[in-house]
């Protein structure tokens, strides 16, 4: 079982966590501007880098929205931010 | 012709159904007032002079009490208090009919923890939300560390005491 630390509960095993996504995919905005290119890489298109992460998760019993950076080789969690709290890694909540 | 009925079993007669093992008890609770409020909590708190909200695993007492279900969010039991938005800052929504809530007590309470939840039970943490036997669910102590009340989405609540009655903690099987 892996443990993560959600900003408000502490740590839980990971089955009460869902995947939300690398941190900083932003939705693109302008509507009718938006390319498909854009759109399709806003939907599909993820880093999936090996070594160090920067993703979005949701710790789905007390629906904390939270990013955490870990590490996919070792799966070590360096560090989680709750989102509410600004935490986001451009320092807003989004 | 397809009879899904025969799948699941009949919900029990939650008034009357009991399961008793050597170590612990079952039962459920019916008819407890209970309602979600979210927004400014500590306003609700001291407003209706509850003092602290419960955590996972924490011990609540007497009829009137809040148990923490999120960072803004806390499931206030027994409390009179008008559904709606608050000036005071909250919203109030009754879910006494959403909600199944079971109370389990005997010396085998940290077995059955332990067969359920996955958390730390000394260090379990501020919010009662947890995962119990894979639903999503309200837990914490009642009166005294013998006794777990769950409070379970009433949809799963059949599910939730099939699962107890597998129990070796609890079954006669």
Known sequence: MQLFPCPFCGPRSETEFHFGGDAGNRRPEGFRAVTDGEWAAYLHDRNNPRGAANEIWMHMTCGEVFRMERDTVHHGVAQAFALLEGGGDDGLAH | ?173
Request: hydrophobic share 45%.
């Open chain 2, 1 to 173: 012709m397809l009879d899904n009925s025969g799948k699941w079993q009949p919900e029990p007669d939650w008034a009357s159904a009991r399961l008793a093992g050597r170590t612990i008890a079952l039962r459920a609770v019916t008819g407890l007032p209970q309602r979600l409020v979210s927004g400014d909590l500590d306003r609700f708190l001291a407003g209706h002079g509850l003092g602290k909200d419960v955590g996972a695993l924490g011990l609540a007492t007497g009829a009137r009490y809040a148990v923490r279900l999120a960072r803004d969010r806390l499931l206030a039991v027994g409390i009179p208090v008008d559904d709606g938005w608050h000036e005071a800052g909250y919203a109030v929504t009754g879910v006494g009919s959403a909600l199944r809530v079971f109370e389990a007590r005997g010396d085998g309470i940290r077995d059955l923890l332990a067969r359920a939840t996955t958390i730390d039970v000394d260090n379990p943490g501020p919010c009662a939300a947890l995962s119990f036997c894979g639903v999503t669910a309200v837990v914490y102590f009642h009166e005294d560390t013998q006794t777990l009340r769950i409070h379970a989405d009433r949809g799963l609540a059949v599910y939730l005491w099939e699962w107890f009655e597998c129990q070796p903690l609890l079954s006669a099987r």
